[in-house]
């Protein structure tokens, strides 16, 4: 609790300081708060507990909102992308809040009136802003990042999603953290997993949703990596996290295995010990 107190203190005056790239606040609440489960691939939130915390979270947000779009262009492409992945995800957890413990999902705010994507409930860069604006608009934007992978990073309180990770996101370790939330997300065999029967690989459906992400020729961040032009080549790289097999693992490095797309969990990321 001490460690919180003095982030939310180190962030109080965030408008009138540099910005804390470190993210120290954000750390401070995810290691206290998140959970890892199934041997490290997923993770949950303690909702239930972290209302005294609640000040710390505003805070940070506050900070985050408090970075000028002049200022924020002013940074490299992974100090931006560290701060843009931090913001939806801290975000993500502020929304769900205002209506815990009463929903079981984050779907539960509506499709229509208090679409939690399309809701402006929070200031980025002087303007009223959404979560899907974070997402589309800037990280997914072709010529801003061109790094897929940040659909493992960014969580939507779902249980379907890549985990919420137990630290903040930083431009010295994003390469790294990518990389880790990629492989962990496709080692659970709940969301992504090899049918040897059919010799079909059965992902999540963000392979699906984000199609256009995965065959856009990217190279990832770091630019040194082969450019990937369709799911296959993205998924044949990680064949080793997709089955525990060899023979199989080489069915998905050879690209001849099929894909298919299991159905999305939506339930509400929530620890309940």
């Keep these: 609790m001490a460690v919180l107190g003095i982030a939310a203190l180190a962030f109080a005056s965030a408008a009138h300081a540099d910005f804390d790239h470190t993210h120290a606040a954000w750390t401070a609440l995810l290691a206290k708060h998140v959970v890892l489960i199934n041997n490290g691939a997923a993770s949950q939130v303690r909702y239930a507990v972290i209302a005294p915390d609640r000040p710390a979270l505003k805070s940070y947000l506050a900070s985050l909102s408090a970075v000028s779009e002049t200022e924020f262009k002013g940074w490299d492409k992974p100090r931006q992308m560290a701060?843009?992945?931090?913001?939806?995800?801290?975000?993500?957890v502020e929304k769900i809040l205002t209506r815990y413990p009463d929903l079981k999902s984050i779907r539960d705010f509506g499709s229509v009136?208090?679409?939690?994507?399309?809701?402006?409930?929070?200031?980025?860069?002087?303007?009223?802003?959404?979560?899907?604006?974070?997402?589309?608009?800037?990280?997914r934007k072709p010529g801003n990042y061109d790094e897929p992978r940040v659909h493992f990073a960014v969580n939507c309180a779902a249980i379907g999603c890549p985990l919420l990770r137990w630290e903040a996101y930083v431009a010295d370790k994003l390469e790294t953290q990518l990389e880790e939330q990629t492989r962990r997300?496709?080692?659970?065999?709940?969301?992504?997993?090899?049918?040897a029967d059919k010799n079909t690989l059965e992902v999540s459906k963000i392979f699906l949703w984000y199609k256009t992400d995965w065959t856009s020729g990217y190279r990832g961040i770091g630019g040194g990596a082969q450019a990937v032009t369709t799911t296959g080549q993205f998924l044949a790289r990680y064949a080793r996290f997709l089955a525990d097999q060899p023979a199989h693992q080489q069915q998905i490095a050879a690209g001849r295995a099929t894909i298919s797309y299991l159905?999305?969990?939506?339930?509400?990321?929530?620890?309940k010990p």
């Design 83 to 92: 701060f843009l992945i931090n913001a939806y995800n801290a975000f993500t």
């Design 185 to 195: 997300f496709l080692s659970d065999r709940s969301r992504n997993r090899y049918n």
């Design 263 to 271: 159905e999305y969990d939506w339930t509400l990321n929530n620890f």
């Design 113 to 139: 009136f208090g679409d939690p994507w399309k809701d402006k409930f929070f200031r980025l860069f002087g303007r009223d802003s959404t979560l899907d604006q974070i997402e589309h608009e800037w990280l």
